[in-house]
Protein backbone atom coordinates (compact mmCIF):
# COMPACT_ATOMS: atom_id res chain seq x y z
CA UNK A 1 0.00 0.00 0.00
CA UNK A 2 1.21 3.62 -1.17
CA UNK A 3 0.31 6.19 0.96
CA UNK A 4 0.98 9.91 -0.10
CA UNK A 5 3.73 11.39 2.77
CA UNK A 6 1.84 14.47 3.30
CA UNK A 7 -1.36 12.47 4.24
CA UNK A 8 0.93 10.60 7.20
CA UNK A 9 2.36 13.80 8.05
CA UNK A 10 1.01 16.47 6.63
CA UNK A 11 3.99 17.38 5.10
CA UNK A 12 5.86 16.12 2.00
CA UNK A 13 9.27 16.62 3.72
CA UNK A 14 10.07 13.36 5.73
CA UNK A 15 12.72 12.07 8.19
CA UNK A 16 15.53 10.37 5.45
CA UNK A 17 15.64 6.53 6.88
CA UNK A 18 19.08 6.24 9.37
CA UNK A 19 22.43 4.72 8.77
CA UNK A 20 22.35 1.20 10.62
CA UNK A 21 25.72 0.67 11.87
CA UNK A 22 26.51 -3.06 13.07
CA UNK A 23 29.21 -3.94 15.22
CA UNK A 24 28.71 -7.94 16.22
CA UNK A 25 25.88 -7.96 18.53
CA UNK A 26 26.23 -3.96 18.82
CA UNK A 27 23.59 -2.28 16.55
CA UNK A 28 22.96 1.92 16.17
CA UNK A 29 21.36 3.78 14.07
CA UNK A 30 23.04 7.35 12.67
CA UNK A 31 20.69 9.87 12.54
CA UNK A 32 21.36 13.32 11.88
CA UNK A 33 24.73 12.75 12.86
CA UNK A 34 23.81 11.16 16.40
CA UNK A 35 23.40 7.55 17.53
CA UNK A 36 19.68 6.61 18.04
CA UNK A 37 18.51 2.74 19.35
CA UNK A 38 21.55 1.22 20.52
CA UNK A 39 21.13 -2.27 21.04
CA UNK A 40 23.27 -5.02 21.80
CA UNK A 41 21.75 -8.66 21.15
CA UNK A 42 18.33 -6.85 19.87
CA UNK A 43 18.01 -5.10 23.44
CA UNK A 44 17.77 -1.36 23.54
CA UNK A 45 20.73 -0.47 25.66
CA UNK A 46 20.42 3.12 25.44
CA UNK A 47 17.92 5.25 23.49
CA UNK A 48 20.21 7.87 22.43
CA UNK A 49 23.99 9.34 22.58
CA UNK A 50 23.69 12.86 21.05
CA UNK A 51 25.95 16.12 20.36
CA UNK A 52 23.41 19.33 20.79
CA UNK A 53 23.47 22.64 20.63
CA UNK A 54 20.98 24.62 22.65
CA UNK A 55 20.38 28.71 22.16
CA UNK A 56 19.28 30.81 24.67
CA UNK A 57 15.54 29.87 24.66
CA UNK A 58 16.58 26.41 24.75
CA UNK A 59 15.86 25.72 20.85
CA UNK A 60 18.09 23.07 19.57
CA UNK A 61 20.30 24.28 16.59
CA UNK A 62 20.11 22.11 13.34
CA UNK A 63 24.04 22.02 12.22
CA UNK A 64 24.58 21.20 8.84
CA UNK A 65 26.84 18.40 8.55
CA UNK A 66 29.84 18.11 5.86
CA UNK A 67 32.61 15.50 5.23
CA UNK A 68 30.66 12.29 6.26
CA UNK A 69 32.71 9.28 6.09
CA UNK A 70 30.81 6.22 6.64
CA UNK A 71 33.18 2.86 7.23
CA UNK A 72 31.79 -0.56 8.20
CA UNK A 73 33.02 -4.43 8.82
CA UNK A 74 31.57 -7.15 10.67
CA UNK A 75 32.85 -6.49 13.87
CA UNK A 76 33.31 -2.46 13.86
CA UNK A 77 32.47 0.65 12.20
CA UNK A 78 33.76 3.78 12.08
CA UNK A 79 31.86 7.38 11.46
CA UNK A 80 33.43 10.79 11.11
CA UNK A 81 31.91 13.98 10.06
CA UNK A 82 32.26 18.14 10.46
CA UNK A 83 28.88 20.24 11.82
CA UNK A 84 28.46 23.76 11.34
CA UNK A 85 26.10 25.67 13.77
CA UNK A 86 25.14 29.29 13.05
CA UNK A 87 24.33 30.97 15.60
CA UNK A 88 23.35 35.00 16.11
CA UNK A 89 25.16 37.80 14.26
CA UNK A 90 26.54 34.84 12.01
CA UNK A 91 28.39 33.72 14.95
CA UNK A 92 29.55 30.00 14.15
CA UNK A 93 30.26 26.36 15.90
CA UNK A 94 32.46 24.06 14.22
CA UNK A 95 31.72 20.60 15.46
CA UNK A 96 34.33 17.57 14.85
CA UNK A 97 32.76 13.91 15.36
CA UNK A 98 34.06 10.94 15.72
CA UNK A 99 32.46 7.44 15.98
CA UNK A 100 33.88 4.34 16.40
CA UNK A 101 32.19 0.70 17.23
CA UNK A 102 33.18 -2.69 18.29
CA UNK A 103 31.59 -5.62 19.08
CA UNK A 104 32.08 -4.61 22.97
CA UNK A 105 32.71 -0.81 22.87
CA UNK A 106 31.10 2.47 21.48
CA UNK A 107 33.12 5.80 21.63
CA UNK A 108 31.56 9.11 20.23
CA UNK A 109 34.14 11.98 20.68
CA UNK A 110 33.52 15.49 19.55
CA UNK A 111 35.51 18.87 19.65
CA UNK A 112 33.64 21.90 19.03
CA UNK A 113 35.47 25.50 18.28
CA UNK A 114 34.33 28.72 17.36
CA UNK A 115 36.71 31.22 15.84
CA UNK A 116 34.33 34.46 17.25
CA UNK A 117 32.78 33.01 21.02
CA UNK A 118 29.74 31.26 20.53
CA UNK A 119 26.74 31.53 23.10
CA UNK A 120 24.67 28.59 24.47
CA UNK A 121 22.58 27.36 27.12
CA UNK A 122 23.90 23.56 26.40
CA UNK A 123 26.77 22.21 24.55
CA UNK A 124 27.85 18.53 24.61
CA UNK A 125 26.77 15.12 24.72
CA UNK A 126 22.87 14.27 25.74
CA UNK A 127 22.86 10.45 26.29
CA UNK A 128 19.54 9.03 26.83
CA UNK A 129 18.56 5.77 28.98
CA UNK A 130 15.01 4.02 27.80
CA UNK A 131 12.31 3.76 30.52
CA UNK A 132 10.87 0.69 30.04
CA UNK A 133 12.08 -2.24 32.08
CA UNK A 134 14.77 0.52 33.19
CA UNK A 135 12.33 3.04 35.89
CA UNK A 136 12.99 1.71 39.33
CA UNK A 137 16.01 -0.60 37.92
CA UNK A 138 19.37 -0.70 40.12
CA UNK A 139 22.17 1.14 38.70
CA UNK A 140 25.53 2.16 39.58
CA UNK A 141 27.21 5.60 39.33
CA UNK A 142 30.57 6.54 39.24
CA UNK A 143 31.03 10.59 40.54
CA UNK A 144 33.74 12.87 39.17
CA UNK A 145 35.57 12.70 42.51
CA UNK A 146 35.46 8.74 42.19
CA UNK A 147 33.51 8.02 44.90
CA UNK A 148 30.93 4.43 44.12
CA UNK A 149 27.17 5.10 44.82
CA UNK A 150 24.81 1.91 44.38
CA UNK A 151 21.70 3.49 43.55
CA UNK A 152 18.78 2.98 41.48
CA UNK A 153 17.01 4.69 38.05
CA UNK A 154 13.66 6.88 40.04
CA UNK A 155 10.38 5.05 39.80
CA UNK A 156 8.69 7.87 40.59
CA UNK A 157 9.16 10.65 38.63
CA UNK A 158 12.09 12.80 40.22
CA UNK A 159 11.12 16.60 40.17
CA UNK A 160 15.00 17.12 40.43
CA UNK A 161 18.34 15.72 38.97
CA UNK A 162 18.47 12.39 40.76
CA UNK A 163 22.94 12.02 39.75
CA UNK A 164 25.21 14.76 39.71
CA UNK A 165 28.25 15.31 39.54
CA UNK A 166 29.07 12.03 37.43
CA UNK A 167 31.45 10.08 35.52
CA UNK A 168 29.71 7.23 34.62
CA UNK A 169 27.02 4.92 35.09
CA UNK A 170 25.96 1.22 34.78
CA UNK A 171 22.97 -0.65 34.86
CA UNK A 172 21.88 -4.31 33.45
CA UNK A 173 20.55 -4.32 30.55
CA UNK A 174 19.82 -8.27 30.63
CA UNK A 175 20.75 -11.05 32.99
CA UNK A 176 24.70 -11.27 32.53
CA UNK A 177 25.10 -8.30 30.50
CA UNK A 178 26.05 -5.16 31.76
CA UNK A 179 26.32 -1.90 30.19
CA UNK A 180 29.02 0.70 31.59
CA UNK A 181 28.26 4.33 30.46
CA UNK A 182 31.34 6.59 30.27
CA UNK A 183 31.33 10.61 29.92
CA UNK A 184 34.53 12.81 30.01
CA UNK A 185 35.30 16.34 29.08
CA UNK A 186 32.89 18.14 31.47
CA UNK A 187 31.04 17.51 34.54
CA UNK A 188 27.31 15.75 33.77
CA UNK A 189 24.45 15.01 35.66
CA UNK A 190 21.00 13.23 34.83
CA UNK A 191 17.54 14.75 34.93
CA UNK A 192 14.35 12.26 34.58
CA UNK A 193 13.09 13.62 31.42
CA UNK A 194 9.66 11.84 31.86
CA UNK A 195 8.62 15.16 33.41
CA UNK A 196 8.49 16.63 29.72
CA UNK A 197 7.00 13.16 28.61
CA UNK A 198 10.12 12.21 26.98
CA UNK A 199 10.38 8.32 27.18
CA UNK A 200 14.10 8.67 28.94
CA UNK A 201 16.19 9.51 31.37
CA UNK A 202 19.15 11.90 30.36
CA UNK A 203 22.72 12.61 31.26
CA UNK A 204 23.81 15.56 29.87
CA UNK A 205 26.17 18.34 30.09
CA UNK A 206 26.75 21.27 31.97
CA UNK A 207 25.49 21.25 35.65
CA UNK A 208 21.85 23.47 35.31
CA UNK A 209 23.33 25.33 38.46
CA UNK A 210 25.76 26.65 36.46
CA UNK A 211 24.89 30.16 34.78
CA UNK A 212 23.34 30.04 30.76
CA UNK A 213 23.68 31.08 28.40
CA UNK A 214 27.35 31.04 28.49
CA UNK A 215 29.58 31.75 26.04
CA UNK A 216 32.42 29.39 24.66
CA UNK A 217 35.39 31.47 24.44
CA UNK A 218 36.78 32.85 20.70
CA UNK A 219 39.28 29.97 19.83
CA UNK A 220 39.12 27.39 22.45
CA UNK A 221 38.12 24.24 22.24
CA UNK A 222 35.93 22.21 23.97
CA UNK A 223 36.53 18.50 23.91
CA UNK A 224 34.05 16.42 25.42
CA UNK A 225 33.94 11.70 25.01
CA UNK A 226 31.23 9.49 25.54
CA UNK A 227 31.72 5.82 25.52
CA UNK A 228 29.85 2.40 25.95
CA UNK A 229 31.42 -0.60 27.24
CA UNK A 230 29.50 -3.87 27.54
CA UNK A 231 30.18 -6.27 30.19
CA UNK A 232 28.46 -9.81 28.76
CA UNK A 233 29.30 -12.59 31.01
CA UNK A 234 27.71 -15.30 29.44
CA UNK A 235 28.30 -14.28 25.81
CA UNK A 236 24.65 -16.38 24.88
CA UNK A 237 22.64 -15.25 21.67
CA UNK A 238 19.05 -13.75 23.06
CA UNK A 239 16.18 -13.38 20.97
CA UNK A 240 14.04 -10.98 22.58
CA UNK A 241 9.82 -10.97 21.97
CA UNK A 242 8.51 -8.80 19.60
CA UNK A 243 12.06 -8.70 17.49
CA UNK A 244 10.80 -11.48 15.06
CA UNK A 245 8.77 -9.78 12.16
CA UNK A 246 5.39 -11.85 12.84
CA UNK A 247 2.08 -10.52 13.75
CA UNK A 248 1.55 -8.46 16.84
CA UNK A 249 -0.54 -10.16 19.05
CA UNK A 250 -3.43 -8.83 21.33
CA UNK A 251 -4.79 -10.49 24.45
CA UNK A 252 -7.58 -8.84 26.82
CA UNK A 253 -6.00 -7.99 30.04
CA UNK A 254 -6.96 -7.54 33.66
CA UNK A 255 -7.41 -3.77 34.23
CA UNK A 256 -10.69 -2.00 33.60
CA UNK A 257 -12.36 1.42 34.22
CA UNK A 258 -14.75 4.42 32.70
CA UNK A 259 -13.33 6.43 29.62
CA UNK A 260 -13.07 9.72 30.69
CA UNK A 261 -14.89 13.30 29.29
CA UNK A 262 -13.21 14.75 26.17
CA UNK A 263 -12.70 18.53 26.36
CA UNK A 264 -11.91 21.24 23.36
CA UNK A 265 -10.00 24.12 24.17
CA UNK A 266 -11.05 27.43 22.59
CA UNK A 267 -9.33 30.80 22.94
CA UNK A 268 -10.91 34.26 22.82
CA UNK A 269 -8.34 34.37 19.09
CA UNK A 270 -10.53 31.56 17.85
CA UNK A 271 -13.65 31.79 19.60
CA UNK A 272 -15.14 33.62 16.22
CA UNK A 273 -13.61 30.90 14.15
CA UNK A 274 -15.56 28.42 16.62
CA UNK A 275 -18.83 30.01 16.51
CA UNK A 276 -19.03 29.47 12.59
CA UNK A 277 -18.33 25.89 12.97
CA UNK A 278 -21.08 25.33 15.54
CA UNK A 279 -22.30 22.75 13.49
CA UNK A 280 -18.74 20.66 13.22
CA UNK A 281 -19.02 21.21 17.64
CA UNK A 282 -22.30 19.62 17.84
CA UNK A 283 -21.05 16.47 15.77
CA UNK A 284 -18.37 15.83 17.92
CA UNK A 285 -20.12 16.97 20.79
CA UNK A 286 -17.28 16.89 23.53
CA UNK A 287 -18.18 17.13 27.40
CA UNK A 288 -16.19 19.98 28.11
CA UNK A 289 -15.40 22.84 26.61
CA UNK A 290 -12.02 24.81 28.18
CA UNK A 291 -12.15 28.45 27.46
CA UNK A 292 -8.76 29.84 27.91
CA UNK A 293 -8.86 33.40 29.90
CA UNK A 294 -5.50 35.21 30.21
CA UNK A 295 -6.29 39.45 30.95
CA UNK A 296 -2.44 39.67 30.96
CA UNK A 297 -2.74 38.95 27.41
CA UNK A 298 -5.38 41.49 26.46
CA UNK A 299 -8.62 39.18 27.26
CA UNK A 300 -11.58 40.94 28.27
CA UNK A 301 -15.39 41.11 28.93
CA UNK A 302 -16.17 40.60 24.97
CA UNK A 303 -13.88 37.72 24.94
CA UNK A 304 -16.36 36.18 27.53
CA UNK A 305 -19.38 37.32 25.65
CA UNK A 306 -17.98 35.09 23.02
CA UNK A 307 -17.67 32.14 25.40
CA UNK A 308 -21.08 32.73 26.51
CA UNK A 309 -22.46 32.55 23.21
CA UNK A 310 -20.05 29.21 22.12
CA UNK A 311 -21.61 27.96 25.79
CA UNK A 312 -25.49 28.17 25.02
CA UNK A 313 -24.98 26.69 21.57
CA UNK A 314 -22.71 23.55 22.97
CA UNK A 315 -25.12 23.36 26.53
CA UNK A 316 -22.73 21.36 27.39
CA UNK A 317 -20.46 21.29 30.51
CA UNK A 318 -17.46 23.99 30.56
CA UNK A 319 -14.57 25.43 32.07
CA UNK A 320 -12.71 28.63 32.49
CA UNK A 321 -8.92 28.45 32.40
CA UNK A 322 -7.28 31.51 33.79
CA UNK A 323 -3.95 32.83 33.87
CA UNK A 324 -4.19 34.86 36.55
CA UNK A 325 -1.69 38.10 36.09
CA UNK A 326 -1.10 38.05 40.40
CA UNK A 327 0.14 41.97 39.61
CA UNK A 328 -2.26 42.95 42.45
CA UNK A 329 -4.10 41.42 45.08
CA UNK A 330 -5.59 38.03 44.03
CA UNK A 331 -8.69 38.79 45.29
CA UNK A 332 -8.99 41.60 43.60
CA UNK A 333 -8.27 40.38 40.46
CA UNK A 334 -10.27 37.00 41.04
CA UNK A 335 -13.14 39.55 41.88
CA UNK A 336 -13.13 41.91 38.74
CA UNK A 337 -12.88 38.64 36.44
CA UNK A 338 -15.98 37.71 38.06
CA UNK A 339 -17.66 41.29 37.31
CA UNK A 340 -16.61 40.85 33.86
CA UNK A 341 -18.27 37.16 33.69
CA UNK A 342 -21.52 38.33 35.34
CA UNK A 343 -21.68 41.39 33.03
CA UNK A 344 -21.22 38.66 29.50
CA UNK A 345 -23.79 36.34 31.56
CA UNK A 346 -20.89 33.58 31.56
CA UNK A 347 -21.21 31.46 34.20
CA UNK A 348 -19.25 28.21 33.50
CA UNK A 349 -19.37 24.69 35.29
CA UNK A 350 -15.46 24.68 36.95
CA UNK A 351 -12.77 27.45 37.19
CA UNK A 352 -9.19 26.43 36.72
CA UNK A 353 -6.89 29.16 38.04
CA UNK A 354 -3.26 29.41 38.29
CA UNK A 355 -0.78 32.19 38.54
CA UNK A 356 0.05 33.53 35.24
CA UNK A 357 4.10 33.59 36.18
CA UNK A 358 3.77 30.04 37.18
CA UNK A 359 3.64 28.83 33.24
CA UNK A 360 7.17 29.36 33.32
CA UNK A 361 9.72 26.99 34.32
CA UNK A 362 12.11 27.41 37.21
CA UNK A 363 15.21 25.12 36.31
CA UNK A 364 16.99 23.51 39.09
CA UNK A 365 19.35 26.32 40.62
CA UNK A 366 17.26 29.32 39.74
CA UNK A 367 15.47 31.52 41.72
CA UNK A 368 11.51 31.36 42.17
CA UNK A 369 9.93 34.19 40.98
CA UNK A 370 7.70 36.29 42.86
CA UNK A 371 4.09 34.60 43.78
CA UNK A 372 1.58 34.80 45.52
CA UNK A 373 1.15 31.77 48.05
CA UNK A 374 -1.36 29.54 46.32
CA UNK A 375 -3.69 29.19 49.14
CA UNK A 376 -4.29 32.80 48.84
CA UNK A 377 -5.36 32.52 45.09
CA UNK A 378 -7.60 29.62 45.58
CA UNK A 379 -9.34 31.25 48.62
CA UNK A 380 -9.88 34.12 46.68
CA UNK A 381 -10.81 31.89 43.57
CA UNK A 382 -13.39 30.51 46.11
CA UNK A 383 -14.72 33.55 46.85
CA UNK A 384 -14.71 35.36 43.82
CA UNK A 385 -16.75 32.20 42.06
CA UNK A 386 -18.76 30.56 44.36
CA UNK A 387 -20.94 27.39 43.89
CA UNK A 388 -18.13 26.76 40.98
CA UNK A 389 -16.13 24.09 41.25
CA UNK A 390 -12.08 25.45 41.54
CA UNK A 391 -9.24 23.63 40.15
CA UNK A 392 -5.69 24.53 40.32
CA UNK A 393 -2.30 22.70 39.15
CA UNK A 394 -0.39 23.96 35.96
CA UNK A 395 -1.11 25.64 32.50
CA UNK A 396 2.17 24.40 31.22
CA UNK A 397 3.16 20.42 31.89
CA UNK A 398 4.10 18.19 34.89
CA UNK A 399 7.05 19.04 35.00
CA UNK A 400 6.27 22.57 36.76
CA UNK A 401 3.73 20.72 38.72
CA UNK A 402 6.03 18.24 39.39
CA UNK A 403 8.58 20.71 40.99
CA UNK A 404 6.11 23.31 42.43
CA UNK A 405 3.12 21.02 44.08
CA UNK A 406 -0.08 22.54 44.58
CA UNK A 407 -1.93 22.53 47.46
CA UNK A 408 -4.79 20.49 46.83
CA UNK A 409 -7.03 21.15 50.04
CA UNK A 410 -9.15 23.67 48.44
CA UNK A 411 -9.25 22.21 45.00
CA UNK A 412 -11.82 20.14 43.52
CA UNK A 413 -9.63 18.69 40.89
CA UNK A 414 -5.89 19.31 39.87
CA UNK A 415 -4.67 19.47 36.15
CA UNK A 416 -1.49 19.73 33.98
CA UNK A 417 -0.68 19.40 30.09
CA UNK A 418 1.99 17.54 28.04
CA UNK A 419 3.53 18.17 24.85
CA UNK A 420 5.89 15.65 22.37
CA UNK A 421 8.66 18.40 21.13
CA UNK A 422 10.04 20.14 24.15
CA UNK A 423 13.24 18.29 23.27
CA UNK A 424 12.91 16.05 20.65
CA UNK A 425 10.83 16.35 17.11
CA UNK A 426 11.65 13.69 15.24
CA UNK A 427 8.76 11.36 14.64
CA UNK A 428 10.63 8.42 16.79
CA UNK A 429 10.74 10.65 19.62
CA UNK A 430 7.49 11.88 19.09
CA UNK A 431 5.60 8.77 19.52
CA UNK A 432 7.66 7.34 22.13
CA UNK A 433 6.47 10.08 24.64
CA UNK A 434 3.58 7.54 24.89
CA UNK A 435 5.54 5.65 26.79
CA UNK A 436 6.18 7.96 29.45
CA UNK A 437 2.73 9.17 30.18
CA UNK A 438 2.02 5.86 32.74
CA UNK A 439 4.82 7.22 34.27
CA UNK A 440 3.25 10.45 34.74
CA UNK A 441 -0.20 9.45 35.34
CA UNK A 442 1.13 7.21 38.38
CA UNK A 443 3.44 10.14 39.67
CA UNK A 444 0.80 12.09 39.56
CA UNK A 445 -1.93 9.71 41.86
CA UNK A 446 1.25 9.18 43.93
CA UNK A 447 1.14 13.11 45.24
CA UNK A 448 -2.81 13.71 45.08
CA UNK A 449 -4.45 10.62 45.27
CA UNK A 450 -7.64 9.89 44.06
CA UNK A 451 -8.23 13.95 43.53
CA UNK A 452 -10.40 14.37 40.24
CA UNK A 453 -7.84 14.59 37.23
CA UNK A 454 -7.46 16.17 34.19
CA UNK A 455 -5.05 16.19 31.67
CA UNK A 456 -4.94 18.89 28.52
CA UNK A 457 -4.88 20.73 26.36
CA UNK A 458 -1.71 17.78 24.85
CA UNK A 459 -0.99 18.70 21.49
CA UNK A 460 1.75 17.71 19.01
CA UNK A 461 1.87 22.05 18.62
CA UNK A 462 3.70 23.70 21.36
CA UNK A 463 1.24 26.30 22.91
CA UNK A 464 3.02 28.36 25.07
CA UNK A 465 7.06 27.84 26.11
CA UNK A 466 7.67 27.60 29.88
CA UNK A 467 11.70 27.09 29.01
CA UNK A 468 12.20 30.18 26.86
CA UNK A 469 10.57 33.43 26.18
CA UNK A 470 8.61 31.97 22.64
CA UNK A 471 7.46 29.10 21.20
CA UNK A 472 9.50 28.64 17.65
CA UNK A 473 7.99 30.00 14.37
CA UNK A 474 7.75 26.95 11.19
CA UNK A 475 6.98 28.16 8.45
CA UNK A 476 8.18 25.74 6.34
CA UNK A 477 6.47 22.90 8.28
CA UNK A 478 9.81 21.29 9.47
CA UNK A 479 10.05 19.08 12.56
CA UNK A 480 11.34 21.17 14.78
CA UNK A 481 11.33 21.11 19.04
CA UNK A 482 9.35 24.04 20.93
CA UNK A 483 7.54 24.82 17.56
CA UNK A 484 4.04 26.64 17.69
CA UNK A 485 2.95 24.92 14.28
CA UNK A 486 3.86 21.42 13.91
CA UNK A 487 3.17 19.75 10.03
CA UNK A 488 2.09 16.28 11.94
CA UNK A 489 -0.79 17.77 13.36
CA UNK A 490 -2.59 17.59 10.05
CA UNK A 491 -1.96 14.39 9.51
CA UNK A 492 -2.71 10.82 10.54
CA UNK A 493 0.33 10.65 12.63
CA UNK A 494 -1.65 12.92 14.68
CA UNK A 495 -4.98 11.13 14.77
CA UNK A 496 -2.85 8.32 15.75
CA UNK A 497 -0.70 9.85 18.23
CA UNK A 498 -4.26 11.27 19.78
CA UNK A 499 -5.48 7.27 20.29
CA UNK A 500 -2.34 6.18 21.57
CA UNK A 501 -2.10 8.69 23.93
CA UNK A 502 -5.91 8.00 25.56
CA UNK A 503 -5.04 4.57 25.90
CA UNK A 504 -1.66 5.50 27.52
CA UNK A 505 -3.41 7.35 30.49
CA UNK A 506 -6.71 4.94 30.90
CA UNK A 507 -5.49 3.98 34.22
CA UNK A 508 -5.07 7.30 35.23
CA UNK A 509 -9.04 7.53 35.85
CA UNK A 510 -9.04 10.86 34.59
CA UNK A 511 -11.92 13.08 34.70
CA UNK A 512 -11.70 15.01 31.49
CA UNK A 513 -8.85 14.55 28.69
CA UNK A 514 -8.32 17.35 25.69
CA UNK A 515 -6.15 16.30 22.81
CA UNK A 516 -7.36 19.84 20.42
CA UNK A 517 -9.07 22.67 19.96
CA UNK A 518 -11.82 23.12 17.17
CA UNK A 519 -9.73 25.47 14.83
CA UNK A 520 -6.39 27.18 14.70
CA UNK A 521 -3.04 25.61 14.78
CA UNK A 522 -4.33 23.08 17.46
CA UNK A 523 -7.92 22.21 15.56
CA UNK A 524 -9.73 19.84 14.51
CA UNK A 525 -10.12 21.47 11.57
CA UNK A 526 -8.05 23.43 9.36
CA UNK A 527 -8.09 27.07 7.93
CA UNK A 528 -9.05 28.09 3.95
CA UNK A 529 -5.59 27.66 2.78
CA UNK A 530 -4.72 24.45 4.73
CA UNK A 531 -5.34 21.33 1.99
CA UNK A 532 -6.90 18.52 4.27
CA UNK A 533 -9.28 15.60 4.33
CA UNK A 534 -13.10 15.90 3.13
CA UNK A 535 -14.75 18.78 4.71
CA UNK A 536 -11.36 20.86 5.96
CA UNK A 537 -11.43 17.97 8.93
CA UNK A 538 -7.99 17.02 9.92
CA UNK A 539 -7.55 13.23 10.14
CA UNK A 540 -7.57 13.88 14.67
CA UNK A 541 -11.44 15.13 13.74
CA UNK A 542 -11.70 11.23 13.55
CA UNK A 543 -10.24 10.01 16.83
CA UNK A 544 -11.37 12.97 19.07
CA UNK A 545 -15.29 12.45 17.90
CA UNK A 546 -14.61 8.69 18.61
CA UNK A 547 -13.60 9.40 21.87
CA UNK A 548 -15.92 11.60 22.83
CA UNK A 549 -18.90 8.81 21.72
CA UNK A 550 -16.97 6.19 23.83
CA UNK A 551 -16.84 9.03 27.47
CA UNK A 552 -18.86 7.32 29.79
CA UNK A 553 -18.18 3.45 28.08
CA UNK A 554 -16.24 0.78 30.09
CA UNK A 555 -13.03 -0.23 28.64
CA UNK A 556 -10.78 -3.08 28.92
CA UNK A 557 -7.23 -3.15 29.37
CA UNK A 558 -5.64 -4.87 25.95
CA UNK A 559 -2.02 -6.59 26.25
CA UNK A 560 -0.12 -5.88 22.71
CA UNK A 561 3.13 -8.17 22.21
CA UNK A 562 4.93 -4.87 20.84
CA UNK A 563 3.44 -1.95 22.38
CA UNK A 564 5.74 0.94 20.92
CA UNK A 565 3.74 -0.08 17.55
CA UNK A 566 0.45 -1.28 18.50
CA UNK A 567 -1.99 -0.36 21.09
CA UNK A 568 -5.37 -1.35 21.39
CA UNK A 569 -7.84 -1.55 24.26
CA UNK A 570 -11.73 -2.50 24.39
CA UNK A 571 -14.57 -0.77 24.85
CA UNK A 572 -18.03 -1.39 26.02
CA UNK A 573 -21.46 0.82 25.91
CA UNK A 574 -24.96 0.20 25.13
CA UNK A 575 -24.08 -0.86 21.31
CA UNK A 576 -21.65 -3.16 22.28
CA UNK A 577 -18.02 -4.47 23.06
CA UNK A 578 -15.44 -2.81 20.04
CA UNK A 579 -11.55 -3.59 20.03
CA UNK A 580 -10.13 -0.26 19.25
CA UNK A 581 -6.58 -0.41 17.67
CA UNK A 582 -3.97 1.90 16.30
CA UNK A 583 -0.76 1.46 14.65
CA UNK A 584 1.69 3.77 16.00
CA UNK A 585 4.25 3.57 13.37
CA UNK A 586 4.94 5.11 9.77
CA UNK A 587 4.88 1.15 7.97
CA UNK A 588 1.91 -1.85 7.74
CA UNK A 589 1.63 -3.70 10.20
CA UNK A 590 0.23 -7.23 10.68
CA UNK A 591 -2.14 -7.37 13.98
CA UNK A 592 -3.66 -11.27 15.75
CA UNK A 593 -6.36 -10.08 17.48
CA UNK A 594 -8.11 -13.68 17.67
CA UNK A 595 -7.52 -13.44 21.47
CA UNK A 596 -9.95 -11.20 21.94
CA UNK A 597 -12.71 -12.82 20.53
CA UNK A 598 -13.58 -10.46 17.53
CA UNK A 599 -17.07 -11.01 15.59
CA UNK A 600 -15.36 -12.22 11.74
CA UNK A 601 -13.63 -14.73 13.21
CA UNK A 602 -10.64 -12.94 14.07
CA UNK A 603 -8.51 -13.11 11.22
CA UNK A 604 -5.01 -11.46 11.10
CA UNK A 605 -5.74 -7.35 10.30
CA UNK A 606 -3.49 -5.55 8.52
CA UNK A 607 -3.51 -2.08 9.61
CA UNK A 608 -1.90 0.44 7.36
CA UNK A 609 0.34 3.58 8.91
CA UNK A 610 -0.34 5.19 11.38
CA UNK A 611 -4.24 3.54 11.13
CA UNK A 612 -7.08 2.97 13.30
CA UNK A 613 -9.61 0.50 13.46
CA UNK A 614 -12.64 -0.49 15.57
CA UNK A 615 -13.93 -3.73 15.37
CA UNK A 616 -17.11 -5.52 16.85
CA UNK A 617 -16.50 -8.03 19.41
CA UNK A 618 -18.41 -11.67 19.55
CA UNK A 619 -20.69 -11.61 22.37
Not at 275 to 293: H, R
Request: charge should be negative; include cysteine.
Amino acid sequence: MTIDAFQLYGTHLVDPPPVRLRAGKLEADLANGNLRTIRYDGTEVLRAISYLVRDRDWGTYSPEIADLKIEQSDDRFEVAYRACCVGPDDTKLIIDVRISGHADRLDFEAEAIAATGFETNRCGFCILHPIVGVAGAPATVEHVGGQIEATRFPDVIEPWQPFKNMRAITHEVMPDVQAECRMEGDTFEMEDQRNWSDASYKTYVRPLALPWPYEIPANRPVRQKTSLVIRDISGSTRHPSGMSGGAIKLELGARTGTMPDIGVIITPEEADATLSAKSVLTEIAPQELLFYFDPGAGHDVEALRRFAAIATVHRGRSTLEIALPCKSSPSSEAAEIARQMQLAEFRPDAIMISPSVDRQSTPPGSKWPECPPLDEVYTAARAAFPGIRIGGGMLSYFTELNRKRVPDGQLDFVSHCTNPIVHGADDLSVMQTLEALPFITRSVRAIYGDKPYRIGPSTIPMRQNPYGSRTMDNPVGARIPMANRDPRHNGRFAEAFALGYAIRVLDAGLECLTLSALSGPFGLIAGPAEPTEQGGRRPLFNTVRALSRLAGASWQACVSSSPSEVLAFVARDAAGARLHIVNLTGEERKVDCGACRPADAGKELLLAPFATAALPLAD
